[in-house]
């Protein structure tokens, strides 16, 4: 290993050692010197370091891997567009269009009475309600209506329009006064919505369809008794006690009370007569009719329409068709709790279970909780018989318009007597007689008559 030789030391000597001893020094000249030798001894340093390392191994030069080029992304006008999931067909299916809103659209929602197939007797009066739902953009007024379309009319009026306005999104409820056919069989009646323009428009997606009334007309039916005409046949009674027919009307024991054209709770006045039956007013008030008994056949029918009176908003009563046997309990037949919703409801009970058996049937309204604003109708209550078993009877009457008249005139002329005696009698009567007769007699006998004087 070579010796590394001071020469820093060395390359100082020499400058100090040519230094002129009579000149004067320069510092910054000698400064600039140092640095220079320092900067030459540092490079030599470096050198010979570099000289006495082991060389490094050679790195390993591998060639460059040159990547594939890709497209250029397309710009936002050129992006491809793919169908959105609402978009994808599906196998076998056509896609249906966009609903489209339209100003006047209707949906239907139930039959609030006469569900589609009820049996009805012939020439039975009826109300059919049906509530709709206004699908469209424009608000219905009290001016649009519902109007007859098709089928069969069952003596109906020709348009009842609307009892309130309808916004959009809301429901109304509209009924029509109907009668049933005479004939046998099922009729059908269609009916569609007016504008207060006059334009018919329906129910459903484009406005097309009509609402309908379809019922069934058993002609054989006939009314056999009628709780409404022998109201006054009935003992009326509430907790108070018998209250007599009608009893107090506006009274607080309670009361009955028929009304021709009873205005029903749907705001319509039913042509049929029916029994407002109030119940005594206190908490749970009731008020029953027991009626005559009556002898029950094989395919009786109780029939009524139920309801509260128009204006009774706080109405809300139990029915009950009770009946008795003998001196067996109060037994309840069927019940129906009603309370003030715009609505009536039509019953029908079969009394085939009481066939052959004397049966006291009884009305009851029952009030549920405060029974002041209660006023329950029963209208057009009645039981209905197979015309096949109702007996005819016949009640001649006889007329007579014959008039019988009689005048007889008697008329006595004086005979020639003696003159001690010499009377003049005159007998003029007449008589009128007007019996029940078949035939007419006016005899006019004329007569004269002398009777032999006194002496």
């Not at 009729?187 to 428009?201: E, S």
Request: aromatic share 10%.
């Amino acid at each position: 290993m070579k010796r590394i030789v001071p020469y820093f030391l060395i390359l100082a000597a020499l400058l100090v050692g040519c230094a002129m001893p009579n000149a004067t020094p320069d510092a910054a000249a000698t400064l600039q010197a140092i640095y220079t030798s320092q900067a030459a001894t540092l490079q030599f340093l470096q050198t010979q370091a570099a000289a006495t390392q082991p060389a490094l191994p050679t790195q390993a030069v591998f060639p460059t891997q040159s990547l594939p080029t890709l497209p250029p992304l397309p710009t936002a006008t050129g992006l491809i567009s793919f169908p959105t999931a609402t978009g994808l067909p599906l196998p076998g299916v056509t896609p249906s269009p966009a609903p489209v809103t339209l100003c006047d659209q209707g949906a239907f929602v139930k039959d609030v009475t006469i569900a589609d197939g009820t049996s009805l007797g012939a020439n039975a009066s009826f109300t059919k309600t049906w509530r709709i739902q206004n699908t469209g953009s424009c608000a219905w007024t009290t001016s649009y209506a519902l109007v007859f379309a098709s089928g069969n009319p069952m003596k109906g009026p020709a348009a009842v329009y609307l009892p309130q306005n309808v916004a959009p999104g809301q429901t109304v409820d509209i009924s029509v006064n109907l009668t049933s056919p005479v004939s046998q069989g099922t009729y059908r009646g269609d009916w569609m919505l007016r504008n207060a323009a006059g334009v018919l428009f329906g129910v459903g997606a484009q406005a097309k369809t009509s609402v309908y009334v379809q019922i069934k007309v058993n002609a054989n039916m006939t009314g056999i008794y009628d709780f409404v005409a022998n109201y006054c046949a009935a003992d009326w009674r509430s907790a108070a006690g018998d209250l007599g027919c009608p009893g107090n009307v506006g009274g607080k024991k309670g009361y009955v009370a028929r009304l021709d054209r009873p205005k029903l709770e749907t705001g319509l006045s039913d042509t049929r007569p029916g029994l407002l039956t109030v119940p005594q007013n206190q908490n749970n008030g009731y008020l029953s009719g027991y009626y005559p008994a009556f002898e029950v056949k094989t395919g009786d029918h109780f029939r009524a329409t139920l309801g509260c009176e128009y204006g009774a908003n706080a109405c809300n009563v139990l029915f009950k068709l009770e009946y008795k046997i003998g001196k067996d309990p109060v037994k309840t037949l069927w019940q129906f709790v009603e309370a003030y919703e715009g609505q009536v409801y039509n019953m029908d009970v079969d009394l085939s279970p009481l066939s052959g058996k004397t049966v006291q049937f009884i009305l009851t309204a029952h009030a549920n909780g405060a029974a002041a604003a209660d006023r329950p109708l029963w209208v057009a209550a009645r039981i209905e018989r197979a015309s096949s078993l109702v007996t005819a009877t016949f009640t001649p009457s006889l007329t007579s318009s014959a008039t019988f008249t009689s005048t007889p005139t008697s008329t006595a002329l004086p005979p020639t007597i003696t003159p001690t005696a010499s009377p003049t009698f005159t007998s003029s009567p007449t008589v009128t007689a007007s019996p029940t007769s078949t035939f007419t007699l006016t005899p006019e006998p004329t007569f004269t008559e002398t009777p032999t004087p006194t002496p």
